[in-house]
Nanobody, 122 residues
Framework: QVQLVESGGGLVQAGDSLRLSCAAS????????MGWFRQAPGKEREFVAS????????SYADSMKGRFTISRDNAKNTVYLQMNSLKPEDTAVYYC???????????????WGQGTQVTVSS
C-alpha cells in the first residue's frame, strides 16, 4: 500500500502563493490517479483537484479553477499542488490522496496522507 507524506503548508497572506508536495512510497505510484482534498474547521472534507496516472488529465473543483494547478513527477513519486492568489477561505488542512476513483459525485480514495495546514491571513 502506498504511503503519502505532504509538505509545503504554512502561513501566508491573501494573494500569496504556496506549493504543496506529496511524496509517495511504493513502486506502484505511477499506476494511481492522485489528488488533493481539503478540510476547513467545522466543514466536511472537500475535493480540490485530481490528476490521472499519466498526468495527462486533470480536474478541479470550480472554486480552484484558474488558481490551483496539480501536477506530478512519476520519476520522483511526487504530486504537487501549486496554489496562487490564495484567499482566507482557502485556509484548511490539505490532504494528499492516492488511488482515486469517482463514482457519480463520490470519490473513493485508497490512501490518505496525514495532511498539511495552510493558513491564509487577510
Amino acid at each position: 500500500q502506498v504511503q503519502l507524506v505532504e509538505s509545503g503548508g504554512g502561513l501566508v497572506q491573501a494573494g500569496d502563493s504556496l506549493r504543496l508536495s506529496c511524496a509517495a512510497s511504493g513502486r506502484t505510484f505511477s499506476r494511481y490517479a492522485m489528488g488533493w482534498f481539503r478540510q476547513a474547521p467545522g466543514k466536511e472534507r472537500e475535493f480540490v483537484a485530481s490528476i490521472s496516472w499519466s498526468g495527462g488529465s486533470t480536474s478541479y473543483a470550480d472554486s480552484m479553477k484558474g488558481r490551483f494547478t496539480i501536477s506530478r513527477d512519476n520519476a520522483k513519486n511526487t504530486v504537487y499542488l501549486q496554489m496562487n492568489s490564495l484567499k482566507p477561505e482557502d485556509t484548511a488542512v490539505y490532504y494528499c490522496a492516492a488511488d482515486l476513483k469517482k463514482y457519480g459525485s463520490t470519490w473513493r480514495v485508497g490512501a490518505w496522507g496525514q495532511g498539511t495546514q495552510v493558513t491564509v491571513s487577510s
